[in-house]
């Protein structure tokens, strides 16, 4: 059985996991491509122009620090140390079998997320390849328009069918072969093309405006909101709160230092957030957009922007290949937590569940392909408690659950499993700080991230 050794009390080899597992380098790279997905390159860059800009990156560092480190170090240090999946690994650290139920709200997270991730993924892919091909170069083109009629009619669902295809097939390749090959390719392609694409936003005639938006500190945008969006957001960033992390922790070797891949990861993740804000508030300040939020920064003022911009078919097309490759390393993570747990629960084989597993995701993900708000789509009008489908499933995933799944993991990490710090490789000042973040400060703030997002804490 894989997890704790009854006699000797110590964590013991995932069976069969041990020598297909993550080599410690392809380990990081993996966990930063599960990190850089569409929350760093166009959440973050635009929250933090909403909210005070380097200001708000200031904050968002603070919140990486002492919230978001102490619990990616908390799951990754759980998976190495339990050996299982997402349920079974608090299973087998402690024998007690409510840990496992508890597990298993962070697996039912992750197919949620998966769902309506790959709409999104989806509409970056059809971007790219519409942006290669010319079709968005036309200057006087109703950028709006055809974005709200792509995402209202049905051609969503075959490109979230494709993305779920390509991550299935991933994941069917298995952790070394499948998982740390396709970022071991992708990520240090994808930090090539973001800086190229940096310095072509940078030379822009007037990229300085946009560098000062997204960049001059303006403290006096700070408020009690801010610091709810930048912890809400270093959980999202992080891939925290649904067993991504502790999934992928699982397939770590005994010898790899969890406390130094915290901090590379932590960093990969900044600074990835950090270019792309380089890359995008330039390129739309240059050509005169509104810096508008969420998906119409990222599909209709850039691709107005972009269409003014020499080559920019070319710096188009490059640009959504980078959101495509941010979005498809995150979706395997995402996928990869309830494959884990079907493999090991049911004992199918990697290429069985993954097959399952993609299939059911992308069927659950269908009311939300033809949901989206303001487009008008098929579904667009059903509304469950005030809000799209496809707005229901963000907002339960990564506003309730996702800090629901953090608690657990702080809780049973400060709380429940009493060797953490061994299996961490942590002592002293270091893990009495560790310990204290886990017990006190974090279980408190995401209580508060909560309250906040279920409208029960309101801030005038
Ligand atoms: N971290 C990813 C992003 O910033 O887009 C999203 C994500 C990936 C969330 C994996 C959760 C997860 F498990």
């Not at 998906?295 to 070319?314: E, H, K, R, S, T």
Request: aromatic letters at 14%.
């Amino acid at each position: 059985m894989s997890g704790l050794d009854k006699k000797t009390g110590k964590t013991v080899e995932r069976p069969g996991e041990g020598a297909a597992g993550f080599s410690k380098n392809g380990f990081i790279l993996a966990a930063i491509g599960s990190s850089v997905g569409l929350g760093n390159m166009w959440k973050f860059p635009y929250i933090t122009g909403e909210n005070g800009g380097a200001a708000f990156f200031l904050l968002f560092i603070l919140c990486l620090v002492v919230v978001g480190l102490p619990i990616l170090l908390a799951e990754m240090t759980i998976g190495r140390g339990g050996r299982g999946n997402a349920s079974s690994s608090l299973f087998n650290l402690t024998n007690k079998k409510h840990w496992k139920w508890f597990g298993l709200i962070s697996i039912i997270t992750a197919f949620l997320i998966m769902s309506y991730y790959s709409v999104v993924a989806g509409w970056t892919l059809h971007y790219m390849i519409q942006s290669f091909a010319g079709a968005l170069s036309d200057v006087n083109m109703d950028y709006a328009g055809a974005f709200l009629g792509f995402a209202g009619g049905y051609m969503p669902i075959f490109w979230s069918a494709l993305v779920m295809a390509i991550t299935g097939f991933v994941i069917a390749k298995g952790v070394s072969g499948g998982i740390e090959k396709f970022n071991k390719i992708l990520i240090p392609g994808f930090l090539i093309l973001l800086l190229i694409m940096m310095v072509r936003a940078l030379t822009l005639p007037g990229a300085m405006e946009g560098a000062e938006f997204f960049l001059k500190p303006d403290f006096s945008k700070l408020n009690e909101e801010s610091v709810l969006i930048a912890l809400g957001h270093s959980f999202f960033s992080l891939s925290l709160g649904m067993g991504c992390m502790l999934t992928y922790g699982s397939y770590v070797r005994k010898d790899q230092s969890l406390g130094k891949a915290t901090l590379a990861i932590g960093a990969g993740d900044l600074l990835y957030a950090f270019i792309a804000g380089l890359v995008i508030f330039p390129t739309v300040f240059a050509y005169g957009m509104e810096p508008s939020s969420g998906v119409g920064l990222a599909f209709i003022a850039l691709p107005a922007a972009f269409a003014q911009m020499p080559l920019g078919f070319l710096f188009g097309g490059v640009f959504f290949l980078l959101l495509a490759i941010a979005a498809l390393t995150s979706a395997v993570s995402i996928l990869e937590v309830p494959v884990a747990y079907a493999m090991e629960q049911w004992k199918w084989s990697r290429k069985k569940t993954a097959t399952i597993m993609a299939t059911l995701a992308f069927l659950l993900g269908v009311p939300s392909a033809l949901s989206v708000e303001g487009a008008d789509g098929p579904l667009s009008n059903v509304l469950l408690f005030g809000k799209t489908i496809f707005d229901l499933f963000d907002f339960s995933t990564s506003y309730i659950l996702m800090p629901v799944g953090g608690l657990i993991i702080t809780l049973f990490t400060g709380y429940a499993w009493k060797r953490a710090g061994e299996e961490a490789g942590l002592t002293g000042g270091i893990y009495r700080t560790w310990m204290f973040l886990l017990r006190y400060v974090c279980p408190l703030l995401i209580i508060l991230i909560f309250l906040y997002s279920v409208g029960v804490l309101k801030f005038s």
